[in-house]
C-alpha cells in the first residue's frame, strides 16, 4: 500500500489558520477518497472531512464552516485549509487513502495561547 505523506502541522494561536497538504504517488490517489482524520492525546481517531476522486466532500459537524479540503490532482495533494482554529482542534492530524488505506506518520497541530 501506499503511504501517503502528511505536512504543514505547527503552533498556533486560537483564532489562526493551518493547511495541510497530504501527498502519495500514483493513479489511486487521484480516484480514491482522501479521508483526514485527527486524534487529540487519549482520545480516538475521528474522521474530520473527506473528498472523493470528483471533489464531493465531506465535514465533521466540528469542523463544518471553518476547515476546508480541496484536492491537486495534477500535483497528487490534498489539502485542508483550517481556519478559526480552536483550543480543541489540537491533535494529530493523519491523512488516509481509501477507507482501508495506509495511515501516514500524521501532522502535530497545536493550538494555544
Known amino acids: 500500500q501506499v503511504q501517503p505523506v502528511e505536512s504543514g502541522g505547527g503552533l498556533v494561536q486560537p483564532g489562526g489558520s493551518l493547511r495541510l497538504s497530504c501527498a502519495a504517488p500514483g493513479s489511486m490517489f487521484r480516484t480514491n477518497v482522501i479521508y483526514w482524520h485527527r486524534q487529540a492525546p487519549g482520545k480516538q481517531r475521528d474522521l474530520v472531512a473527506s473528498?472523493?476522486?470528483?471533489?464531493?466532500?465531506y465535514y465533521a459537524g466540528s469542523v463544518k464552516g471553518r476547515f476546508t479540503i480541496s484536492r491537486d490532482n495534477a500535483k497528487n495533494t490534498v489539502n485542508l485549509q483550517m481556519n478559526s482554529l480552536k483550543l480543541e482542534d489540537t491533535a494529530v492530524y493523519y491523512c488516509?487513502?481509501?477507507?482501508?488505506?495506509?495511515w501516514g506518520q500524521g501532522a502535530q497541530v497545536t493550538v494555544s495561547s
Open positions: 473528498i472523493t476522486g470528483g471533489g464531493a466532500t
Open positions: 488516509r487513502i481509501g477507507a482501508f488505506g495506509s
